[in-house]
Antibody, heavy 120, light 106 residues
């Protein structure tokens, strides 16, 4: 069974840092690209970042460039999101998801999400 | 960035109704369009990928159509468990989600 378990969320002050993790199991992690997406309270989904299976290709949403860093450790079946210079508007539930490529790209499995609250 | 405009933002419908949700891309995205369902407090669930391909395990009352810039998600006969928020997503160039459509009970 495919499982993605996100962790590392919590309360952080503006300007602070946080590192999110996503533990993957039930599939060959090193064969799949992954993404992070987020959802602010009461708002819609927002793509944050994508990383290819071997970390060769990495992309960020414009508002996260220079502040967030996506990475993965295929030996540990884990995906990470390092978030620096956090702002109040970064408050959201952060989801990790697996990307499939079958003609088009799409996310077929999602983790349960981890809540990040940026507040003084 | 490719903008995705989804409408309506919300709708009220009854069990058994046919429901259609529209998603429009700011430029042609071929068939790089996916649909997700999200219930409160839960992660998104993939319904349709590549504009019209039904994800395994998803009921056949869900269908998708379109290509280029205009896409639709149709629920042929709304069931109680279908009351949720639906999002389109383009994957032609990174990812962008539509604003969401909340389907409520009439």
């Amino acid at each position: 069974e495919v499982q993605l378990v996100a962790s590392g969320g919590g309360l952080v002050k503006p300007g602070g840092s946080l590192r999110l993790s996503c533990a993957a199991s039930g599939f060959t992690f090193n064969s799949y690209s992954m993404i992070w997406a987020r959802q602010a309270p009461g708002k819609g989904l927002e793509w944050v970042s994508s990383i290819s299976s071997t970390s060769t290709y990495i992309y960020y949403a414009d508002s996260m460039k220079g502040r967030f860093t996506i990475s993965r450790d295929n030996a540990k079946n884990s995906l990470y999101l390092q978030m620096n210079s956090l702002r109040a508007e970064d408050t959201a539930v952060y989801y990790c998801a697996r990307t499939l490529h079958s003609g088009v790209y799409y996310e077929d499995y999602w983790g349960q999400g981890t809540l990040v609250t940026v507040s003084s | 960035d490719i903008q995705m405009t989804q409408f309506p933002s919300s709708l009220s419908a009854s069990v058994g109704d046919r429901v259609t949700i529209t998603c429009r891309a700011g430029q042609s995205i071929s068939s790089y369009l996916n649909w997700y369902q999200q219930k409160p407090g839960k992660a998104p669930k993939l319904l349709i990928y590549a504009a019209s391909s039904l994800q395994s395990g998803v009921p056949s009352r869900f269908s998708g159509s379109g290509s280029g810039t205009d896409f639709t998600l149709t629920i042929s006969s709304l069931q109680p468990e279908d009351f949720a928020t639906y999002y389109c997503q383009q994957s032609y160039n990174t990812r962008t989600f539509g604003q969401g459509t909340k389907v409520e009970i009439k």
